[in-house]
């Protein structure tokens, strides 16, 4: 009798686990929806929806920007990336070649990022899409490098995912914004975000300055600065106001 040699399975990876996200949520002013990752804060305001990360903050990460920003009607997506990533990798950061994908249909581009901030290494993803002429969606992920390789970058995939895009729906205002507060300059405190709260970041390392209309604008490692020179006050822009990064090197007239 000849013996018969049993098969050898194959091994196969194993399963890579879900990421848990929570409700959908719409941000109807900047026409997209999207599903945050479980036991992230939200703030979302502006157009804009901002996530960090339970052991987070808001320098490092892991944290997540997504939003929406006019641009000329004439410019193609690859033209929407490269503006995106020239103002956010100035300084120490450095973006890969951009890579085609799409985002809800619409096309779009995608180039990881990395540098230092502050002396933390950081990993970090940039994803611009065009649903429309003259209108961009854009999605920015960050966090320090270790951990956005082994976690937040699976994370990023899948809220990407899970990202819908529609025609922006105006939002009615009913109450008038509120005056910009007067500050010192040097530790100026940004505008408060609706729950009250104000950051407090250190803004005399100016990288770089320019003027318009008697307001004097800086670039700072803080954020960036606007000094009204007719009244001799200030206010910080910080990522609580939009701003992707907070560290910025150079400031546009």
């Given at each position: 009798?000849?013996?018969?040699?049993?098969?050898?399975?194959?091994?196969?990876a194993a399963p890579t686990a879900a990421v848990a996200l929570d409700a959908l949520q719409r941000i109807v002013e900047g026409g997209f929806a999207f599903q945050p990752?479980?036991?992230?804060?939200?703030?979302?305001?502006?157009?804009?929806?901002?996530?960090?990360?339970?052991?987070?903050?808001?320098?490092?990460?892991?944290?997540?920007?997504?939003?929406?920003?006019?641009?000329?009607?004439?410019?193609?997506?690859?033209?929407?990336?490269?503006?995106?990533?020239?103002?956010?990798?100035?300084?120490?950061?450095?973006?890969?070649?951009?890579?085609?994908?799409?985002?809800?249909?619409?096309?779009?581009?995608?180039?990881?990022?990395?540098?230092?901030?502050?002396?933390?290494?950081?990993?970090?993803?940039?994803?611009?899409?065009?649903?429309?002429?003259?209108?961009?969606?854009?999605?920015?992920?960050?966090?320090?490098?270790?951990?956005?390789?082994?976690?937040?970058?699976?994370?990023?995939?899948?809220?990407?995912?899970?990202?819908?895009?529609?025609?922006?729906?105006?939002?009615?205002?009913?109450?008038?914004?509120?005056?910009?507060?007067?500050?010192?300059?040097?530790?100026?405190?940004?505008?408060?975000?609706?729950?009250?709260?104000?950051?407090?970041?250190?803004?005399?390392?100016?990288?770089?300055?320019?003027?318009?209309?008697?307001?004097?604008?800086?670039?700072?490692?803080?954020?960036?600065?606007?000094?009204?020179?007719?009244?001799?006050?200030?206010?910080?822009?910080?990522?609580?106001?939009?701003?992707?990064?907070?560290?910025?090197?150079?400031?546009?007239?």
């Amino acid at each position: 009798a000849t013996a018969t040699r049993a098969a050898t399975p194959v091994p196969t990876a194993a399963p890579t686990a879900a990421v848990a996200l929570d409700a959908l949520q719409r941000i109807v002013e900047g026409g997209f929806a999207f599903q945050p990752p479980s036991g992230y804060t939200l703030d979302a305001r502006n157009a804009m929806a901002y996530m960090t990360a339970p052991d987070g903050d808001q320098l490092a990460g892991p944290r997540f920007v997504l939003g929406m920003q006019e641009i000329d009607a004439g410019m193609s997506v690859d033209e929407a990336f490269s503006l995106m990533a020239g103002e956010l990798t100035r300084g120490e950061f450095t973006i890969s070649e951009p890579t085609p994908l799409t985002v809800d249909g619409a096309p779009a581009r995608a180039g990881d990022v990395h540098g230092t901030d502050q002396g933390q290494e950081l990993g970090a993803r940039l994803v611009v899409a065009l649903p429309a002429p003259g209108r961009t969606f854009l999605m920015f992920g960050a966090a320090p490098a270790e951990r956005w390789e082994t976690e937040t970058a699976t994370v990023f995939d899948a809220v990407l995912a899970s990202v819908q895009l529609f025609a922006p729906e105006p939002v009615p205002t009913a109450v008038p914004p509120s005056p910009a507060p007067t500050v010192a300059p040097g530790w100026v405190s940004g505008p408060a975000l609706d729950i009250g709260w104000n950051y407090f970041t250190n803004g005399d390392y100016v990288q770089d300055m320019a003027l318009h209309e008697n307001q004097l604008w800086a670039a700072t490692h803080g954020g960036v600065v606007r000094w009204d020179l007719t009244g001799d006050t200030a206010l910080k822009f910080t990522v609580a106001d939009g701003l992707i990064w907070l560290r910025q090197s150079v400031q546009r007239n």
